[in-house]
């Protein structure tokens, strides 16, 4: 991201944003470009629309259109009401809104979001994605980074799954679905130390998964391998049938383990 | 420039709010030594053996001096801290450095906006002066440059420190092994000769000793070829001091 956003220089290969060389044209390529890094960088000196009229002059934009964008802009991300605050007193959600606001302040052509919503409630969440949503219609570039993939799933056409900095899959998230697990995950659960060795199981699902808790099925129809558990003669404590998601594909890309 | 301007700008607007904070400590609490320092124990020199210091009545012995240090004091206070929070607490700078602002525009604005504020402060204190009489020549204005170029002399190479630090414990040690000693012992209350040859040596090194001698001549309308010297040396400072922040902060922010 900070390669993109032209603070960082590239470790290796070719990079070119908006068809330009960063390390030549830093300056001409940010000023068609909105950051919205992982952590706030407000400025905490400074009120909520302050915030974004001194943002506008970095552009070089016009005082009184800076001060007209600053209202606009407040309001698209419904903090108009808080314009003459201090920073200090926003809520985190309220504190990531306004940075995507300050973002949108040159009406960039690319919007790079590290992580947007990490860290807030689901109803900030939800206001977030609906506002990314919409500059999305609006025809905005948005490249983001996420490990929440109900996000990745609600606001990508094209996604890059990475591991230990690889690249190990690329696509829409229905292809990767489609490509890397199955149209529906049948989910078992058994109680404590009654879990059947998985042979019981056998040619039930495309592919199962046995975790501590519980069995995962991956199959097309999560409702018929229901019935054959049952006529087997298994009796799980819990059974649910949902749909595949990205989470099962990255899961299944990069492994259970967890990642320090 | 321009981006430098816009950084300028940024300052102007949050100093909107704080200014009352910082006249304090650039303002009246010089003026407080001033009173103190000048009249009271002027008053007493004036009745003693030598009635004078350096041919000067205390008053306007101490009065360059202090406009000096004072600009030396600001120029100090200005780049730790809170050139500290715009790097690494608030990040003030990532922010600005996401924008088509560089690293060069963020120390021009930063230096230029420094230079105004000392120029402000010293011009209400050059008053001050004017006001008790301690100003004998036309020249005396030209101190209050001197007293900016001393400022930024300090603030510069002070800056560049501060870009390279993560904690904040050395501004401490700064303020108390280097500003202070600097503000009493560098030719502010009493003439440098007064001192052991080796401390003459050393305050011979720092900017501040120079600034005042040379702020101190001007006021009295005194230009001796020593101030080409002392120019140079405020010069120095201050040229390598820029050139250094401009290292060290490039590396801290642009990886």
Redesign the interface.
């Known amino acids: 991201m900070?390669m993109i956003?032209c603070?960082?220089?590239a470790s290796g290969g070719t990079l070119r944003v908006l068809g330009m060389d960063p390390v030549a044209d830093?300056?001409?390529i940010?000023?068609r470009?909105g950051?919205v890094?992982q952590?706030d960088?407000?400025?905490?000196?400074?009120l909520v629309d302050?915030n974004i009229?001194?943002?506008a002059?970095?552009?070089?934009i016009r005082r009184e259109v800076a001060r007209r964008r600053a209202e606009e802009l407040l309001d698209f991300v419904q903090l108009r009401d808080r314009a003459h605050d201090r920073v200090e007193l926003l809520s985190g959600g309220m504190k990531r809104r306004l940075t995507i606001a300050?973002?949108l302040v040159?009406e960039p052509e690319l919007l790079l979001l590290d992580e947007p919503t990490t860290g807030l409630d689901p109803q900030a969440r939800h206001l977030v994605w609906d506002r990314l949503y919409r500059l999305k219609q609006q025809g905005v570039t948005i490249v983001l980074t996420t490990h929440y993939m109900d996000e990745a799933e609600q606001l990508c056409d094209r996604l890059v799954v990475m591991d230990k900095a690889k690249i190990v899959a690329f696509g829409s998230p229905r292809s990767l679905i489609d490509r890397y697990s199955s149209r529906e995950v049948l989910e078992l659960r058994f109680a404590i130390d009654a879990t059947p060795a998985l042979d019981k199981l056998d040619g039930l699902a495309d592919r199962i998964e046995a975790l501590p808790d519980r069995v995962l099925l991956y199959t097309n129809d999560g409702e018929g391998a229901a019935d054959a558990v049952h006529s087997r003669g298994l009796r799980p404590e819990s059974t649910l049938v949902r749909r595949s998601t990205l989470e099962d594909v990255f899961l299944r890309l990069t492994g259970r383990s967890l990642v320090e | 420039m321009t981006g430098a301007l816009r950084v300028l700008e940024h300052n102007l607007i949050v100093y909107r709010r704080t200014w009352k904070g910082s006249v304090f400590m650039s303002f009246v609490s010089p003026i407080l030594f001033l009173a103190a320092m000048g009249f009271g124990l002027g008053g007493l020199i004036s009745h003693g053996p030598v009635r004078t210091v350096d041919g000067l009545s205390y008053l306007v012995f101490l009065a360059p001096g202090l406009l000096v240090a004072t600009a030396m004091q600001s120029g100090f206070v200005e780049t730790t801290f809170p050139i500290m929070a715009r790097i690494q607490w608030e990040r003030t700078y990532e922010g600005m450095l996401a924008t088509p602002l560089r690293v060069l525009d963020v120390l021009a604005g930063e230096f230029g906006w420094l230079a105004l504020r000392l120029g402000l402060g010293s011009v209400a204190f050059f008053l001050i002066m004017v006001l008790f009489g301690t100003v004998h020549s036309v020249l005396g204005l030209v101190a209050v440059l001197v007293a900016v170029l001393t400022g930024l002399a300090f603030a510069a190479p002070i800056l560049a420190w501060t870009a390279t630090r993560r904690t904040t414990e050395s501004f401490a040690l700064i303020g108390r092994f280097l500003i202070t000693p600097l503000f009493l012992l560098g030719g502010v209350f009493f003439p440098i000769h007064q001192l052991p040859q080796v401390v003459q040596g050393i305050a011979w090194l720092t900017p501040l000793a120079h600034g005042v001698a040379l702020a101190r001549s001007l006021s009295v309308g005194v230009l001796a070829p020593s101030a080409a010297i002392h120019l140079a040396v405020l010069l120095a400072y201050a040229a390598i001091g820029i050139g250094a922040a401009r290292i060290t902060l490039e590396r801290r922010l642009v990886t």
Do not use: I, K, Q
């Open positions: 900070r956003g603070v960082s220089t830093g300056p001409r940010r000023a470009l950051v890094p952590s960088t407000l400025d905490t000196e400074l302050e009229f001194t943002y002059r970095y552009f070089g300050r973002a040159n």
